[in-house]
Every structure is written in structure tokens, then in C-alpha cells.
């Protein structure tokens, strides 16, 4: 489970802090959203989460375990970046390959194992001799979530995964990261400007702007 108690960032005291008074909590096996306008705050909350960037106030906890005292082991978070980390030049299993011996323990033979795996659960295995440069944007998110999957993680964070896609690949996509959450038990948390296929997910957070008067 995470636990989101009370979170704030504030870059200064003469500014409106960009995150305040956030308090959620997820269950295993869950996917939830996280909407609302442009601006809002949604990557940030992310980044927050993943420990890319420190919050100011409040406290964050997953397993029952505080972040500010215990890292979270880098196998069991994934974190899913708005904009592709793929490498054009090299081919769908390269990426992979490259990716899970960057961030994690194995013989040859274990990492291709690994890599068979993420491959048949993304859905990328006929796509696996085909270099990323040609690949759809749909077919490029799936790589990019499959990067991420190659160390099993228990948290999986995607940032704007469907974003620009069209209605089909935006489907699949929604679709794979709900069977990821319920088939692995996985927490798998989405920021998304998309209103389609809110009935999919089983959460929904909407952050919203701080008004301030003069």
C-alpha cells in the first residue's frame, strides 16, 4: 500500500507551493488515475512519489515503511517518463536487454528469460527484431513500460503514457496497464489528461490549482 499523508512542496515562502495538503492512499492490485488541468501539478506529484524530486512537508510510505527513512529498493519502483528513454538504433529486445542488465543482477541466460517474459506480457514479442526508430507511438509506449517492467516492479508510475495516442493504441494501453495491476498485484498509478475509459481504472485523484487573493 502507498500512503500519501499530507504532502507539500514549496519552492519558496513568497510563492503558492506547487503541491499542498495531498492525502491518498493505494491498495495492491490497483490502478488509479491522477487527472486534472494543465499546470496542476500531476508529474510533480509523480516525480514526488518516485523520489525524483524531495516534497517539503508531509510524509510518504509504502509497505508500511517511511520513505524518508527507507529508500525504496530500485527493483520495486517503476517510473515511466512522459517522453520516450528508448534507444531508436537499437531493436525492441535490445532496449529491453540493455535496460535490465542496467538495473538488476543475472546471468545471460536470466536476463533473456526476463526479456522473453516482458516481451509476451507487453505484447511486443513479434515486434522484438524491429529497431524503436520505426516504431508506432503506441508500439513505443508498450517498450517504454516494458523497460520498467524488466526488474518486476510492485509500484509502476506512468507519466502521460497515453498522451497523443490514438483511440485504438490508447485503449490497448489502458488496457495493459489495468491487466499489469491485476494480474501481478502490482499498484500502477497513471497521470493522464484523458477523460476516455475512466470505468477502467479503480481510483481516480483530481489535483486542482491553490486560488489565492490578494
Known sequence: MLVLDYIELSLNAEQPP????????????????????SGCGKSTLLKV?????????????????????????????????????????????ENLIYSARLRRKGSVSEISEIVDEVQEETGLTELQDRRAGVLSGGQLRRLALAMELTTQPSL???????????????????????SLAQDHGRLVLLVTHSMRFLETYDSITVLSYIVTGK
Open 49 to 93: 512519489i518516485a523520489g525524483i524530486i524531495p516534497h517539503t512537508s508531509g510524509s510518504i510510505s509504502w509497505q508500511g515503511k517511511n520513505l524518508e527513512e527507507t529508500d525504496l529498493p530500485p527493483h520495486e519502483l517503476g517510473y515511466v517518463p512522459q517522453f520516450s528513454c528508448t534507444q531508436p538504433l537499437l531493436t525492441v529486445r
Open 156 to 178: 509502476l508510475l506512468a507519466d502521460e503514457v497515453t498522451s497523443g495516442l490514438d483511440p485504438k493504441s490508447e485503449e490497448e494501453i489502458t488496457a495493459l496497464l489495468a
Open 18 to 37: 506547487l503541491l499542498s495538503g495531498i492525502s491518498a492512499w493505494y491498495p495492491a492490485s490497483h490502478l488509479g488515475a491522477i487527472i486534472g488541468p
